[in-house]
């Protein structure tokens, strides 16, 4: 953004913040980073049958 002129100076240190999300995922118990992840099997047929 800096290089291309669409902001001209860089953003404060305070300009974002992550302490809403990680609040938010310590309230969720099941898995939010894809360590259970398992790749589905889908089945490719000709015009979709």
Excluded: H, Q, Y
Excluded at 11 to 36: H, V, Y
């Amino acid at each position: 953004s800096l290089d291309s002129g669409i902001i001209t100076e860089a953003p404060s240190d305070d300009a974002s913040r992550t302490d809403l999300a990680e609040a938010a995922l310590e309230g969720i118990e099941e898995d939010t980073t894809g360590e259970d992840f398992t790749k589905g099997t889908v089945e490719v047929t000709p015009k979709g049958e």
